[in-house]
């Protein structure tokens, strides 16, 4: 009895284990294809089998920059962060996230356009959606330069690679 029930034990965590691995294959080819919304499909079974596996955190954070799911990719790295030693390339794509999601805000901010409701004549009304956004944006790009800042304090040959983007970042910022 005890060795059917150890058997069985040891049947179904090697089957977990194996359907990891699968999934974590199946969304690094997913993402190498580009296919980056059935990568996070394919991250998300990896995760829900396994959430203190960094690795799946790491591969799901890269397809959801690409799917401009900046907030979960942010997430997602502070996740790694508290699973493992910090490096470079961690604060690197945390910072990268922060820059991209301040760069669509920006987008979305210049072209803004309020709505207006037909039963209202005034242009007294203030419609403060712009301005949320571009101070939304504002603080992402500092929270990109202060993750980059990091990056570099870990490996200074990350400084010429960073160089563009952190100037393009600090001139957003004046």
């Not at 060795?3 to 194996?18: E, M």
């Not at 993402?31 to 394919?42: A, F, I, P």
């Not at 991250?43 to 690795?55: F, G, L």
């Not at 901010?109 to 004549?121: I, L, T, V």
Request: with cysteine; proline share 2%; aromatic share 10%.
């Amino acid at each position: 009895m005890k060795k059917t029930l150890l058997l069985l034990l040891l049947l179904a965590l090697s089957t977990s284990i194996f359907s990891q691995q699968e999934y974590i294959k199946k969304a690094k080819d997913y993402s190498q294809r580009r296919l980056y919304s059935y990568c996070v499909k394919e991250a998300d079974k990896a995760i829900e089998s396994d959430s203190t596996n960094s690795k799946y955190y790491w591969i799901r954070s890269k397809c959801l920059i690409y799917e401009k799911q900046y907030d979960k990719a942010i997430a997602d790295v502070n996740k790694v962060i508290s699973l493992e030693n910090p490096t470079s390339a961690m604060y690197k794509r945390k910072g990268s996230a922060h820059f991209y999601k301040a760069e669509h805000l920006t987008d979305l901010a210049r072209y803004y356009k309020p709505k207006k409701s037909e039963d209202d004549f005034s242009d007294k009304k203030e419609d403060n959606t712009k301005a949320n956004f571009l101070k939304t944006a504002k603080d992402n790009y500092k929270s990109a330069l202060l993750n980059y800042e990091k990056a570099i304090q870990i490996s200074p040959d990350l400084e010429i690679e960073l160089k563009n983007i952190i100037a393009k970042a600090k001139n957003k910022l004046n």
